[in-house]
Each structure stands twice: as C-alpha cells, then as structure tokens.
DNA sequence: TTAGGGTTGAGATTTGGTCTCAATCTTATT
DNA sequence: AATAAGATTGAGACCAAATCTCAACCCTAA
C-alpha cells in the first residue's frame, strides 16, 4: 500500500505575483515576506505601515518593523502596492494590482477617502509632459476638502 | 534751527501684505517676522524651511529654527506662501502673492521643478468634487517623470 | 551538504519638525 | 514715559516615522 502526500501551497494570485517579482529580480523568497503579503492583500483598502505592523503582531506573527516597511518597498517596486502621501507627512499605502489606477479625494475633518479615476485628467497630463518633454512615470493627484458628510455637523 | 529726521521704512510689497495679515489676526509684528519674510521673498523659486534657516544664519541674523518655521506656518495661513512636499517626505515652500496657482512636474533625477497651468483641469477637479458632494479646498497635482536634460544623460 | 550571499530583528540613529517655558518684546492704556 | 497683559522668541528637549547597523540566520544553487 502506497501513500502520497502531496503538499500544495496555496497562495494567493496577488502573493504570486509578489512572489514572481522578487525571483525575478534575483532576491530571495521568505517566510516573512510571504506573511506581509498575505496581510496586505488581504486589507481591502487603505492602511499604514504601522497599521500593518500591529495586524501582523496581533496575529502572533514576529515580524520587525524594519521587515515590514522594507517589504512595503518592495511591493511597491513591484508596482503591487502603491503608496500615497497625506498632508500630515504620513504615508498610507493601497492594492494596486488588479485595480484600476485612480485619485483621491481627502476629506480634512474625517480623513475619508473618496477614490476616483478621470481618463480626461490622465490625458492632459500626457499632453502637458509631452510639451515640456518630460518623460512622464507617474503622477499623484489629491483633492482636499470637507466630505459630505462632514459639511452636515 | 529745526531739524526734522522722518524715518520711513521700506517694506517690499509683499512684506506689508504680510504684515497686514499679521495685523488682521490680532498677532504682533515682530522684527523675526520682517527679516523671516524679506528673506522669503527674496528667495524667487522654491526652497526648504531649512535653506531660509541657513540663509538667515549666514547673514548673521540669528533667529532659530522654531521661529523660521512658525513664520512660514504663518505665511501659508495667510496664502503669501504655498507649501508643497516631495516624494521623499520633504516640504518645500514658494510665493504665491502675486502669482498664479500652478502644479508642478518634478525629475526624478535632479529634482528639477517645472511649474504649469492648466485650467481645463482644473475645472474637471471641480467637476469631480461636486459629484462627490465633496467641498473642495484645494489640491495638489505633481507629476513624476524625468526631464529632458536627464533623458538625454 | 555546503558555501555564498541575501534577509532578518532589535535597537540605535536620523530626519524633519514640534513643543516647552522662562525671558523678552509688542501694543494699548494710562 | 511707565505699566500691564499678553504674544513671541530661543535653546534645546522631544516626537514619530522611517532608516540604518550588524551579527545571527535563512535561502538557493551546486
Ligand atoms: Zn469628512
Ligand atoms: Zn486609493
Ligand atoms: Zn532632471
Ligand atoms: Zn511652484
């Protein structure tokens, strides 16, 4: 009589693909890396480095801030995170793949973030760029103001 | 024999606008706040709290940071100067007295600053907020890329 | 199994900026 | 001009976010 055990790991597409980009660029694949990716695809919005840190630590999962936020940076090498700059200097990151890329509005009072996408407004960007023969890569549009919320109290 | 001495102080325009507004809110004129903001619009593009800091030191004003950054705190409430950060975390300040709000293409390369308008854009920002219910303050579009002279190295 | 080299954790360090509070300055009022 | 109330300042302590250090450890290919 014969057994076979076989072990399949099953990862996410997203951790995969994390999983891809570090291969491919010659780094190595690690538990912790694996564990940071998994809870970063599992946050459905937007969360901070530190917000992330302490998800991992209430799992019970050992994993050093330095770990985290250079994992981040990874992610976001990889164009599988993207990383957004609040007012207050704080950064806050967000899926990006499998996601169509969009803005933000952010309202002053609440913090809310409202999510846009406005292929007019990427257009022209490509227009101004061209004109001043720069290459564009990227860019980062912020829309600050009071939700509606807010603008009720 | 009278002799009659009439000191007027010359104060760039800017600077009174400044001192205006000062003055509106109920707050002290103070020699700090003169020095701080002639050196601010003396300075035609953009630069750091820390560059007007080391600007003023090395004209031997002695004025400490804490003061060179509550003044330009200050400038910005009162819309004489705008405040802008960088990718890197960074704040960099300019005049906006006098000029026409505009964003900012930034190299990637050499930090290199161009400024534009476009006002088809910004009407589709308000476009967009009053969908959004949104009471838009402000905003703050930068575009990422490389300019031309470092395409070319 | 091993060697070479990438990765990690703990904590120190850096950075950009804010806070504290006693001394000082500004301004309005005598 | 003197005064009093309150705003401003400077020096340095402090802060949070993020990065760095380096020895111990882990991954991978051979
Ligand atoms: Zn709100
Ligand atoms: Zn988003
Ligand atoms: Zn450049
Ligand atoms: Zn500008």
Known sequence: ???ILLMVKIMKNEVRKF?????RNKLLWSNEREIIAEQVFENHFHFTA?????QLDQKGKNI??????????LLERGKLVGKIQLQSG????????????HDHLI?????????????KMEKIQKKISRKENFEMQGHCLKIYGICSKCQKK
């Open 64 to 73: 050093s801030r330095a770990t985290v936020y250079r994992t981040l940076d």
């Open 50 to 54: 530190d917000e992330l840190f302490i």
């Open 90 to 101: 704080k950064h806050i990151y967000e899926h990006i793949f499998g996601h169509q890329h």
């Open 1 to 3: 009589m014969v057994s």
């Open 19 to 23: 999983q891809e980009f570090v291969r």
């Open 107 to 119: 309202c002053q009072e609440c913090g809310k973030i409202i999510e846009f996408h406005n292929d």
